[in-house]
């Protein structure tokens, strides 16, 4: 079975310009979470959606970051301008069902921002 | 939000030995996770606990879920090189709506 996918795996971007992120969720998995994972900071939650609706962005660093999820198969992650401050791995991650439903990882996109 | 103590930080142990290593919290939690995780490769779960006091295995893992319902304990029989990585805890609280992850403990396992 296919697992959450992720692209690109690795981007590196001049401080200033956009960078896109995406992500495929597990098919029929209603929930999809995007967390950042720094050395300093860990795994943090950005935002997640049920149902491709936006439940909870508070962990958004800025209005610099925006995602969206035009449908229940594809979600994306937009930082602009990127900073390097936003350097880290960007992981998406899909779950099926409750809140408390176990959460499956992409291999994540390494982004660096120069 | 939610505080999620792992320890230890990093373990180096000796191929054969078995391992131990927890994760608390400020708060009671439902929900303990264990995951996995490879370089340059997302967490992998290993084990899902839902009830206080659950013991669970998957292969030579096991991890319970504590009485108290603020800590969980993940344990690995005879490691074995491939053991090696970084495993995370993540738990979610009664009135939460997300999991939060531990800091993780890095293992490295000596042939």
């Known amino acids: 079975d296919a697992g959450v996918i992720q692209s690109p795996r690795h981007e590196v971007t001049e401080m200033g310009q956009e960078v896109t992120l995406r992500c495929k969720p597990i098919s029929g998995h209603n929930s999809l979470f995007w967390y950042r994972q720094t050395m300093m900071r860990g795994l943090e939650l950005l935002i997640y959606f049920n149902n491709n609706v936006p439940i909870d962005d508070s962990g958004m660093p800025e209005d610099r970051f925006s995602a969206k999820m035009p449908n229940a198969s594809f979600s994306t992650l937009k930082i602009q301008p990127s900073e390097p401050r936003d350097s880290a791995v960007y992981f998406c991650a899909s779950s099926y069902g409750q809140t408390n439903s176990p959460l499956h990882f992409g291999n994540g996109t390494r982004l660096t921002v120069t | 939000g939610q505080q999620l103590n792992q320890s230890p930080q990093s373990m180096f142990i000796q191929e054969g030995e078995d391992v131990s290593m927890n994760c608390t919290s400020s708060s009671i939690f439902n929900t303990w996770l264990w995951y996995k995780q490879d370089p340059g490769e997302g967490p992998v779960l290993l084990i899902a606990?839902?009830?206080?006091?659950e013991l669970t295995s998957n292969g030579r893992l096991t991890a319970q879920f504590g009485i108290t319902r603020k800590d969980s304990f993940l344990n690995i029989s005879a490691s074995i090189p491939s053991d090696v990585g970084i495993y995370f805890c993540a738990g979610l609280s009664n009135t939460g709506n997300q999991f939060y992850f531990g800091t993780g403990t890095s293992l490295t396992v000596i042939p």
């Open positions: 606990l839902y009830k206080a006091g």
